[in-house]
């Protein structure tokens, strides 16, 4: 620690800008996402808003797993609450865009409460159990509920129209993408400093001495809940007006997988780590692909090999993360800022 860097008071300690330093890279950062729609091509921006959308709902279930320490098998079914509810206001009640994406996260949200009432009275593998129980049951009824959903052939969303202008290309839904990536982030960062956040975090250390030091388990479990599955209704209705189509096949039970190991390998009980395991699950596959093209062009024939394999890097890639750096990107990170701020010295 810097010489003379201390703090007196809480708040001092948890203040999301510490120091003139990290403002000066925040904003050269804002500067950047500012800049960037105008600098890059069409695959892009597509690749930047997919990564958006995956920050959100990795936030959401981080402050459920990683600072509330309930586990979750069933992310993908709030995603999908979500985008079906968007979907269904949009094009049959003739909400406008921007009213349908709350109402969508506060509807997903509901369904985490009632999906989180099991959390009082069980946890870890039987917590996982009831989660993975509730994605199969949503899969259930995207699929079999015909008459709301339209079933396996999806709903098609029109365009959102914001002030009267519609919203068509990447470049114009990346600034409504930047938009809801600043709000969960600093809504999440300023949650954690609050005292539910701080309820959270002592329920994840030891759920009987939080309740014995006056937590309430019920509330703040069920808080978690229907928080984090409100960041995925979010999502999931960005996500799906950005595709223009919501269908089953969206919401798998691999998609949560996704997000679980979203927030471990950028590392749980931190929201930094969520936008990191985002970045990296999401860019890992595009990367692997392009390596796909550069074997199919420089090498035929041995991409029939390469193909395949793609799945076995990827896992491959998680698992090292596992072994060698348990604690994540977020931890790496630290270490690299620790580097900087005690250079030259070791100490």
Known sequence: MRCGDFKETYIQDEAIFQSLFVKFWLCLLFLFLLAFPFMANA???YVANMIGFAIIGAIGLNLLTGFTG?????HAAFLGVGAYTSAILVTRLGFPFWLSVPCAGLVAALAGLIIGIPSLRVKGLYLCIATL??????????TRWESMTKGITGIHIPPPTIAGYAIKTEKDFYWITLFFVALAVGYARNLIRSRTGRAFIAIRDRDLSAEIIGINLFRSKLSSFAISSFYAGVAGALWMTFLKVVTPDHFPFLLSIQYLAMIIVGGLGSVLGSIFGAVFITLTPELLNYLSEIVKASAPGYEEIFVPMKEVIFGVLIVLFLIFEPRGLAEIWNRIKAFFRLWPFSY
Do not use: P, T
């Not at 129980?133 to 995207?142: M, V």
């Open 43 to 45: 695959y892009l921006l």
């Open 70 to 74: 309930q586990i979750s098998l069933g």
């Open 133 to 142: 129980a509730a994605q199969f049951i949503f899969e259930f009824i995207f």
